[in-house]
């Protein structure tokens, strides 16, 4: 039976040649390959609603987004750490979703479990050191497991390919 597994990329700018695109992108390829129906989503090309009354454009994303983790078996974050914390887009998605479940999800209550993958300009050491931490606070989720990818400013384009490639094989091993 094939897994359905969501690809969360946590960065605000959802360009195709950002490092957590590229490690979206890894880790679906890795997952896809062993048979599992990957999703992606995309939290910078999503308009957020600013107010409970705003546009209907906006909270039509927050429901697809809603549809697309209750469908996911598996959902794997990947998103940078922007002082000291996920990006705010991605903290404000999550608590849509989160309260979406809570009020309407019966069958599924509680945090939905998932992989994150954090980016930082910092040595990773120094957030493997405390998992759990405001750098992987978000609503809705339950760390099952974490990645810290440390110096992505300084990362030689041989590292990013070692990434890259570890990246493969964790969305091969979700199979």
């Given at each position: 039976?094939?897994?359905?597994?969501?690809?969360?990329?946590?960065?605000?700018?959802?360009?195709?040649?950002?490092?957590?695109?590229?490690?979206c992108?890894?880790?679906?390829?890795?997952?896809?390959?062993r048979?599992?129906?990957?999703?992606?989503?995309?939290?910078?090309?999503?308009?957020?609603?600013?107010?409970?009354?705003?546009?209907?454009?906006?909270?039509?994303?927050?429901?697809?987004?809603?549809?697309?983790?209750?469908?996911?078996?598996?959902?794997?974050?990947?998103?940078?750490?922007?002082?000291?914390?996920?990006?705010a887009?991605?903290?404000?998605?999550?608590?849509?979703?989160?309260?979406?479940?809570?009020?309407?999800?019966?069958?599924?209550?509680?945090?939905?479990?998932?992989?994150?993958?954090?980016?930082?300009?910092?040595?990773?050491?120094?957030?493997?050191?405390?998992p759990?931490?405001e750098?992987?606070?978000?609503?809705?989720?339950?760390?099952?497991?974490?990645?810290?990818?440390?110096?992505?400013d300084?990362?030689?384009?041989?590292?990013?390919?070692?990434?890259?490639k570890?990246?493969?094989?964790?969305?091969?091993?979700?199979?």
């Amino acid at each position: 039976m094939s897994r359905n597994i969501l690809v969360i990329n946590g960065h605000p700018d959802p360009r195709p040649e950002r490092f957590c695109a590229a490690l979206c992108d890894a880790y679906s390829e890795g997952a896809q390959a062993r048979g599992c129906a990957t999703r992606r989503l995309n939290v910078g090309a999503l308009k957020m609603p600013r107010a409970a009354n705003d546009d209907l454009e906006a909270w039509n994303g927050i429901e697809a987004a809603y549809r697309l983790v209750r469908a996911a078996d598996e959902i794997t974050i990947i998103y940078p750490l922007w002082a000291n914390a996920p990006p705010a887009a991605l903290k404000q998605l999550l608590d849509y979703v989160a309260r979406l479940r809570r009020h309407l999800d019966t069958a599924q209550p509680g945090d939905k479990a998932a992989r994150l993958v954090v980016t930082t300009e910092l040595p990773a050491f120094l957030y493997r050191a405390k998992p759990a931490c405001e750098a992987t606070a978000l609503a809705g989720v339950q760390a099952k497991a974490q990645t810290f990818i440390g110096s992505v400013d300084t990362m030689s384009k041989e590292q990013r390919q070692k990434w890259l490639k570890e990246m493969r094989q964790a969305g091969a091993c979700a199979a």
